[in-house]
């Protein structure tokens, strides 16, 4: 059966405690832009949460919300691309094949989330820092857009391994190394295709929504509002 | 594309990535395949333990071949070796289960630091002047045994003393014991937030002198008296599981969590009641609500007779403490705190939490002993409880009466280990001086900072993940827990363990000394000390001490089967009544009060130096790479202070300059600073960059336990410069910040 | 008045023999601009583009800016000259050669620009379709591919527009002219003779040319304003951007073109052929389009206004209110305030009011492009993701020398061809038994029928 | 190559040339192709210069129109079905953008053969024999006969000035 990879952000779990930020940037050979470049709006997080003040002292609220690549069905990116290089591949994931891509960052723009980032420089790590890189991850050079990626790599180990032993993805056999760290477990990541799969289940929640779901962009993200309390405890 | 290819491809890739990092990145490209075509390479699991905070969390290290460059008796060379690539929770560590914070997670970047001390040094220049020269291990052990020698020889052994951060596990052991056996006093433990109220108030409170352990899956109410738990405080990750199951573990139970606190922390942020209390207040805001359920017979009085009696008044039913009365205390009105007083005890289990600035103030063991007294009144499923522990080892206690000690009368000898009070100690304590004074001064750091730069001589430590690790968890789980680990990768450099050279000491010491520590290497003392733990239920069970051994290197640890060690009755103690907090400087001068709270990315200041820590927006302001003062905007507006603004914070002691944030979060009359930028001399990354508020803080001290009162100092505000004289990098809004984002919905 | 076909035919050649001082220093100027701009980008090339001032989320600002303005500069000529060519106005005589060279400049210089933005530029080669070893071909869906084939079409076409008319001046300078002088333009004018049937066929080829450009120019600038309107951008995703760009577009070609005709007039002495006429009929053309722009901006930000939805209010009080009111105030100044009363007023619509309209539209017209890539990018719709752009002085520099290559483009053609097309012109004397064409404008219509 | 030919100041006088030049053209054996006009600036409503009025340029724009249109189907539509690659929701060969494709290459098809239609009806390039006169540049129309009959030439002369020619002249032209 056709893997359809998908991911739950529970808001009413996540401690914006941004392990999966430090997770991301290790699994998948982020550079440190450095504080220069930082400050130029070149700082690259792959996955970010976001922070939004409502209401003023002495009653503020605030909502995290992390946001990574929505990995959209129809994802605006994908035609945009004059090379292909953002596409879609078989199992629904949006691709960036770094080889193809010629640096139009178009993508870039037409994503309404922010999450692509373009590479300004070619990307460097003081020795040895360098011996960290994950080697099952491309690194990215000088003018060309990257982008989450749903650990890609991740999901090909355990495909190639569940192939070697002639059976089926069992369902939290394997994660993204953002949700594999996540103390909470704010974020579930799983196959929407296995009806049994806990992000099958929990993506179709009543506390389900679909981050700018008004665009039409049906990203495989779903995001679980924040519950509030006196609803819980009167049943 | 054939299977080859793909062997070929990733193999290229594996290659390129890990040799040549960036290096002309491109031309190494493999063309026109797609990401998820390449095929990852074989990744070996070995198990190991964070030592980045005392909650001693289980890691999981995924180790893959590649080449490094690494020096093997005095030769650099090129050798293929296991590299670790990404740190992970240890899925069957009763702690973390799985899990790891960020900080936990960025620690990997100490071992591939580009300003590790990769060789012992000799201090060359003067002291502080940074210049140092390569000498070799014998000659450095030599001459640091030689040292050890003398002054034994001259009978002033006792002069010899060891700072270090608090540790755990048998380095502990080994330290304490190499001291006692040459004769010295017990090693200082020193750290800026040390928890010795807390442990002092739970001892007094349930009879564990240790940190407590919520349950909080338990909770269907948590009432957290200013203790940044999912963040930073006792044990994070261990109880931000709990928070996520106490949210929505449980279906139609959800638990509300109600923080109280002047500063919003990351904690505060996911509260559903974010109340601020006037600081050092929390403990009579936590008897008002007592008052409450007392008066209003909500709970069984017996319920906390033991906490209670040790405070003044609760027998009779606390008339101090009218709601009124403590409205005016708090700034809490009467009305919340009797609401406050009716949901904890309408709703199944509650449980009352302390943490952080309330018990930093110079009443905060009255705060804890309160607190500890409303959490027994109201915890009805023993949410709260404490780790058992293997024998009776006490948690080191991090004082800073020792510190004082050192400062008094330096010692001959200093053994410096990871602790960096030269930073990270109010300068009124005049540790720089006392150091001054010590002749000779031996660090065991792997980098160079503000303390080891004082240093004579550097043996550089291992990095964690090439030694042998291991520690005992103090809270965060219901099961007794000694973490162990064999080191996951070969050294890089050439540094030795500390415990090992430690060993080597004292055998070229020899005496006593020798023989009180038999061991040739760390590993066989943990042998020796852990193998004992066989014949007891828990996570092994084997026949022979060689199989325990086994087991426990490839588990990662020994944990005892599950049990609760319950709060006991509290210790007979003349009952407190309440004290008012005292704070250094006049409200008049200093209208503001100020707090330094330990910061998401670098704790107390000791990971400053790692980059994806540097460049990890603060969840609250977005800030990266910067230091910040956080402000009230109505404070803001009243002073000019612009969001961006450099702002200089003034206290008795001396001032510093920071970016001011305006945030919404934060009582008008506080501000807050984070802990950990402002270092002088830490590191290509930490050096140089923000302020150290610690640097402006008095000296007073909690006046029960005698630790630091980091959160009594008083300061005021003044606008020195515009958002170009503050380097303030925000990832919100890119260059310019933008404060109030509104969600558009 | 040039009463005779001798004159004219002196006149317009005299700027390819002989030029003054000022010219050679003119060409040195520009010159200059072009080659710091070419060591501007060769600094890009070899530190990457993070020299430019881009970050996340702006990822296009001065070079998109730029490449939409000279793409729309460039409907200055051959969309004018056609359609004048088509109405068969007869004063467009003239006018058409300098407005083509315009067209066929700008779009160069448009082109250009994209393969100096892209971050792997070597690399540009990608966007061709053919056959190649990558097994794959450019997406057909972006509209960058769109892109791609408007404006090579255009670039061809309006190229063949400009050309095929000169063939016969060039002819005219080889019969004039000796050495190697002669040798060159041999070739440039193909052999051209002059018999009737030559004639018959290049005026049947200018007719077709003349009907084929209209649509490509059009179909140009909306693909241009695509781009954008593609994309679920707060305040691009419109489909009046389309038209608004066209109109936009024609609007700043032919104040360009205004602006070339009054340097030319000054300085290779055309004040006989280049008539207050020209000035006054382009005057009126422009003050059309300068109503017209008005009217498409504010059915632009009146539908966002009264549409109200957050995303889009954001960048529209942030380009109105905030940071960038004071840009988008001057756009409108420029390209209303100022031009229209001058335009509008016949005492004011003089060569020089014209000129100096002309001049303000230009740079009113930058700005609109400048205001429509940049506010947007900034406020797209997760507030947190917000950012901000400052332009570093490579951008600066890229763009000084985009002017700098057009001015030498241009003064180098002025060089080689006749400015005015010399046969046309004579045509006009002939059609009036020698009087020639244009006569002051009280006494003729502004379009004059076919004759 | 030389030619004989008569320099007139308008049109009409051209005409008359032409006419005589013609209607002598078989007595005095040469052929008529060999007449020749030159002139600086194209005329209309003359016999011999609408005789050359032509409308095949049009239909050949269409045909090419039409085949740069094809070019454009297929270069879209081949390219797409035969490297078929993962597109997500959308379709495969979408009808809308692939149109756009498909309008731009009818333009450009349209425009190329115009050129080529031109350059062939003009019989362009073409360096060898131009004749050509630099009075022609000042106005005056050359008509006249390249390579006459020798014999013939006496009575060309004469009816060149017959028709009221400017100036005759018999030049062996230089080529240019």
């Known amino acids: 059966m056709a893997h359809k990879w998908g991911m739950v952000v529970d808001l009413d779990r996540c401690t914006g405690c941004e392990a999966c930020v430090v997770a991301c940037h290790a699994e998948n050979n982020i550079p440190t832009a450095g504080e220069d470049q930082a400050a130029r709006g070149r700082a690259k997080h792959w996955i970010r949460v976001e922070r939004y003040w409502e209401g003023d002292f002495p009653n503020p609220r605030v909502r995290f919300q992390p946001v990574l690549c929505q990995q959209c069905d129809e994802a605006p990116c994908e035609p945009v691309c004059p090379t292909y290089a953002s596409y879609h591949t078989p199992e629904g994931l949006n691709s960036q094949v770094y080889n193809r891509c010629i640096g139009t960052r178009f993508c870039a723009n037409a994503c309404p989330y922010n999450v692509r980032f373009f590479n300004f420089y070619n990307p460097e790590w003081d020795k040895p820092l360098q011996l960290q890189l994950n080697p099952d991850v491309s690194v990215r050079s000088v003018g060309i857009m990257e982008k989450c990626t749903f650990c890609v790599q991740r999901i090909k180990a355990a495909e190639i391994q569940a192939e070697a032993e002639k059976r089926e993805l069992k369902d939290g056999e394997f994660t993204t190394a953002c949700a594999q760290s996540c103390p909470s477990k704010a974020l579930i990541f799983g196959d929407l295709n296995d009806s049994t799969s806990e992000v099958a289940r929990l993506s179709s929640s009543n506390r389900g929504t679909k981050l700018l779901g008004e665009l039409g962009t049906k990203p495989n993200v779903t995001y679980l509002e924040r519950g509030t309390w006196d609803n819980a405890s009167h049943g | ?743 558009p919905r | 008045m040039p009463a005779t076909a001798e004159q004219i035919e002196q006149d317009l050649l005299r700027p390819l023999f002989q030029s003054s001082g000022k010219y050679w220093i003119a060409v040195a100027i520009a010159t200059s601009l072009l080659l710091a701009g070419v060591a501007a980008f060769g600094y890009q090339l070899y530190s990457g583009i993070g020299v430019w001032g881009l970050n996340s989320p702006v990822f296009w600002a001065f070079d998109i800016t730029n490449f939409v303005f000279w793409i729309g500069i460039s409907h200055a000529g051959t969309l004018i000259s056609a359609i004048l060519r088509l109405t068969n106005a007869t004063w467009r005589r003239p006018v058409t050669r300098c407005a083509e060279a315009i067209t066929v400049f700008s779009v160069l210089i448009g082109a250009i620009i994209p393969l100096c933005h892209i971050g792997r530029p070597w690399l540009a080669y990608w966007m061709i379709p053919y056959p190649s070893e990558r097994h794959i071909w450019p997406n057909f869906r972006s509209p960058l591919a769109w892109d791609f084939f408007a404006i090579s079409t255009y670039l061809t076409g309006s190229t063949t527009f400009l050309y095929l008319p000169t063939i016969p001046d060039f002819a005219a300078v080889r019969d004039v002219s000796t050495g190697l002088r002669k040798k060159i333009y041999r070739v440039l004018a193909l052999g051209w003779q002059g018999t009737p049937r030559q004639w018959q066929r290049l005026e049947v080829a200018m007719h077709i040319m003349a009907v084929v450009i209209v649509p490509v120019a059009v179909s140009v600038h909306t693909i241009v304003s695509w781009d954008f309107a593609m994309t679920p951008v707060p305040m691009w995703h419109s489909s009046i951007f389309g038209p608004y760009f066209v109109a936009g577009a024609i609007f700043s070609g032919i104040a360009a073109l205004i602006l070339a005709m009054a340097l030319l007039r000054k300085f290779l002495h055309l004040e006989q052929y280049l008539r207050p006429i020209h000035f006054e009929n382009l005057g009126k053309l422009l003050l059309t389009m300068s109503l017209l722009w008005f009217y498409f901006t504010f059915a632009e930000r009146l539908t966002a206004w009264y549409g109200n939805s957050p995303p889009e209010m954001a960048v529209f009080w942030e380009s109105i209110r905030k940071n960038f009111a004071p840009l988008f105030w001057t756009m409108v100044v420029c390209n209303f305030i100022i031009p229209v009363p001058i335009l509008a007023i016949k005492r004011l619509r003089t060569i020089t009011g014209t000129a100096i309209a002309s001049a303000c539209v230009v740079v009113g017209m930058w700005l609109e492009r400048f205001l429509i890539v940049v506010p947007a990018l900034e406020h797209k719709f997760l507030p947190y993701s917000w950012g901000t752009y400052r332009p570093t002085w490579v951008e600066d520099t890229l763009m000084a020398s985009s002017f700098g290559m057009m001015a030498l483009l241009y003064l180098l053609f002025s060089k080689f061809v006749p400015m005015i097309s010399i046969w046309e012109m004579k045509v006009g004397l002939q059609s009036h038994g020698g009087v020639p064409v244009v006569v002051p404008a009280e006494s003729r219509p502004v379009l004059e029928g076919p004759q | 190559m030389n030619a004989l030919y008569g320099l007139y100041m308008d049109a009409e006088g051209a005409q008359r040339a032409v006419d005589s030049l013609r209607s002598a053209s078989s007595e005095l054996k040469f052929r008529s192709q060999q007449i020749v006009v030159v002139s600086g600036e194209p005329h209309e409503g003359y016999e011999f210069t609408d005789r050359e009025a032509t409308s095949t340029p049009y239909r050949w724009a269409v045909l090419g129109a039409v085949v740069g249109g094809t070019t454009g189907y297929l270069l879209t539509t081949l390219s797409q079905k035969s490297y078929p690659i993962h597109t997500g929701g959308m379709s495969l060969t979408p009808a809308w953008t692939n149109g756009i494709i498909v309008y731009e290459m009818i333009m450009l098809g349209a425009i190329l053969t115009t050129l080529v239609v031109l350059l062939v009806g003009a019989r362009l390039p073409n360096f060898k024999g131009v004749i050509s006169d630099p009075e022609v540049g000042k106005g005056k129309i050359l008509v006249g006969v390249v390579d006459p009959p020798e014999n013939a030439q006496p009575e060309l002369e004469r009816r060149l000035q017959k028709a009221g020619a400017w100036q005759v002249k018999r030049s062996v032209t230089p080529q240019p």
């Open chain 2, 1 to 743: 594309m054939e299977r080859r290819d793909f062997i070929k491809i990733s193999a290229l890739s594996g290659v390129m990535a890990t040799l040549e990092g960036c290096r002309n990145a491109e031309k190494q490209f493999i063309r026109f395949v797609p990401e998820e075509e390449l095929v990852p390479g074989i990744a070996t699991i070995k198990p190991s333990v964070c030592t980045v905070c005392s909650a001693g969390c289980g890691l999981l290290v995924r180790v893959m071949q590649g080449e490094a460059e690494v020096v093997r008796r005095g030769q650099q060379g090129l050798i293929k070796m296991g590299l670790a690539k990404k740190l992970e929770g240890n899925p069957q560590h009763p702690v973390n289960q799985g899990k790891l914070c960020a900080r936990g997670q960025a620690s990997l970047q100490m071992l591939y630091h580009p300003d590790r001390i990769t060789h012992p040094t000799k201090r060359t220049g003067a002291r502080g002047s940074g210049e140092f020269q390569t000498i070799n291990w014998d000659d450095a052990l030599k001459e640091v045994a030689a040292h050890l020698g003398t002054l034994q020889a001259s009978g002033s052994a006792h002069s010899l003393a060891f700072l270090s951060r608090p540790l755990s596990g048998q380095r502990v052991e080994l330290i304490s014991k190499f001291l006692k056996v040459y004769g010295a006093p017990p090693p200082i433990w020193y750290q800026p937030f040390d928890e010795a109220v807390l442990r002092q108030a739970n001892l007094l409170s349930f009879g564990h002198a240790a940190l407590p352990t919520f349950d909080l899956a338990r909770a269907d109410y948590a009432i957290c008296f200013g203790a940044d738990f999912l963040g930073t405080w006792n044990s994070p990750v261990a109880q931000s599981i709990g928070y996520g199951e106490m949210r929505q573990g449980r279906p139609g139970r959800r638990a509300k969590l109600v923080q109280i606190e002047a500063r919003m922390s990351q904690t505060g942020a996911n509260a559903d009641e974010w109340i601020a209390c006037r600081p050092g207040m929390e403990g009579v805001l936590a008897l008002g609500i007592a008052h409450v359920i007392l008066a209003e017979k909500l709970a069984p009085q017996a319920a906390a007779a033991r906490t209670g009696s040790l405070i003044a008044g609760w027998q009779e039913g606390l008339p101090g403490y009218t709601p009124e009365a403590v409205e005016k205390q708090t700034g809490v009105s009467a009305a919340v705190i009797k609401r406050l007083a009716h949901e904890l005890t309408q709703s199944g289990s509650a449980v009352a939490m302390i943490g952080g600035p309330p018990l930093a103030h110079t009443n905060g063991l009255f705060n804890a002993l309160a607190v500890n007294a409303l959490e027994s009144l109201v915890d009805k499923n023993s949410v709260l409880s404490f780790t058992p522990q293997v024998g009776d080892v006490a948690p080191v206690q991090a004082s800073l009466a020792a510190l004082h000690g050192l400062s008094a009368q330096p010692p001959q000898m200093l053994f410096l280990y990871e602790a960096n009070p030269l930073f990270s100690a109010p300068p009124a304590l005049h540790v720089r001086e006392a150091l001054a004074k010590i002749p000779y001064i031996v660090s065991f750091g792997s980098f160079i900072d503000e303390t080891s730069a004082q240093a004579d001589l550097i043996l550089p430590d291992h990095a964690a993940l090439e030694s042998w690790m291991d520690s005992v968890a103090e809270s965060g789980s219901s099961r007794a827990v000694v973490s162990l680990a064999p080191p996951a990768v070969l050294p890089l450099h050439d540094t030795r363990p500390m415990p090992d050279v430690l060993l080597g000491l004292g055998r070229q010491v020899g005496g006593e000394v020798a023989k009180a520590l038999p061991w040739a290497t760390y590993d066989a003392m943990l042998r020796a000390a852990l193998v004992p733990l066989r014949t007891r239920p828990g996570s092994i069970d084997v026949k022979t001490d060689d199989d325990f051994w086994d087991a426990a290197q490839t588990q990662g640890g020994w944990w005892s089967s599950p049990s609760i060690s319950p709060p006991v009755p509290a210790v007979k103690r003349a009952p407190l009544s309440a004290v008012s907090p005292q704070f250094a400087g006049a409200a008049a001068d200093f209208p503001f009060y100020f707090l330094p709270y330990v910061s998401q990315s670098f704790g107390d200041g000791s990971l400053a130096h790692l980059p994806w820590l540097q460049e990890l927006p603060d969840v609250l302001t977005s800030a990266m790479w910067s230091s910040w003062v956080e402000i009230n905007p109505k404070t803001g507006d009243r002073l000019g202070i612009k969001q961006g603004d450099l702002v200089e914070i003034a206290s008795e002691q001396g001032s510093v300059r920071a970016a001011a944030v305006l945030s919404p979060g934060i009582a008008p009359d506080m501000v807050a600073m984070p802990v950990g930028q402002g270092h002088e001399n830490f590191t290509r990354f930490a050096s140089g960059r923000g302020a150290n508020p610690l640097s402006i803080l008095a000296p007073l001290t909690e006046q029960e336990t005698g630790s630091l009162a980091w959160a009594a100092t008083r300061v005021k505000l003044a606008r020195t410069g515009g958002p170009e004289q503050a380097r303030l990098v925000l990832f919100a809004g890119g260059m310019s910040g933008f404060p109030h984002e509104e969600q």
